[in-house]
């Protein structure tokens, strides 16, 4: 990521609306912008394949491979930043589960794709199919299911200003498709 350039523009966006960028709680702030969003969008520097690789490890268990032993992880926090106001997208809660093929994956792996998965400019539709396109790679399965719930403050902090809007996305691929039972398994309670 290339901050020095983002650390100009942010100086030049202080004086586009009308700021003093060198009054004093300003003067850093280019350069503290410019290492939050390195952070905060450290995913984008790398392709779903490669989280894959990244937080891969599984463990061979030959006898779980049908979907009565799907594994399901609720409400893991994610924060990301929608792609058309670059706006915060927060109290974010991701469901997911899926159907070993013989290979389970480490559960805080899952919770670490989540996350390297939402460090990008998003769509919350977008970030469920990464997500799954990921864990499906990770755990070497075709059958996942993610549903993800989240406050974009687009929506709540401007425009209709709709404080309590929620947005909820569901993705499914392979069995989740057409298996209401398994679809059950990451609803929001
Ligand atoms: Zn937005």
């Known amino acids: ?15 586009a609306i009308g700021e003093d960028p060198n009054r004093e709680g300003l003067r850093e702030t280019p350069a503290r912008v410019a290492r939050m969003l390195e952070e905060v969008l450290e995913g984008t520097a790398y392709s779903n394949h490669e989280i894959a ?29 929608c792609e058309h106001h670059l ?26 794709i989540c996350d390297m998965a939402a460090k990008r400019l998003q769509l919350q539709e977008r970030l469920g199919r990464d997500i799954a396109e990921i864990i499906s790679e990770a755990a070497g399965t075709t059958d996942v299911g993610v549903m993800i719930r989240g ?14 809007a929620n947005t909820v996305t569901a993705t499914y691929i392979g069995a989740f498709r057409d298996n209401a039972e398994l679809k059950q398994l990451v609803k929001f309670d």
């Open 151 to 164: 406050c974009h403050s687009c929506m709540t902090a401007r425009g209709i200003k709709n404080v309590s």
């Open 87 to 112: 706006a915060l997208m927060y109290d974010m809660h991701v469901n997911v589960a899926y159907v070993p093929h013989g290979r389970v994956l480490g559960l805080s792996k899952i919770a670490r």
């Open 53 to 81: 690789e990244m937080f891969g490890k599984t463990f061979t268990e030959e006898s779980i491979k049908d979907s009565e032993n799907a594994v399901v992880i609720k409400d893991i926090t994610v924060f990301s930043y």
């Open 1 to 15: 990521m290339d901050t020095k350039k983002i650390e100009e523009h942010v100086l030049g966006i202080l004086e």
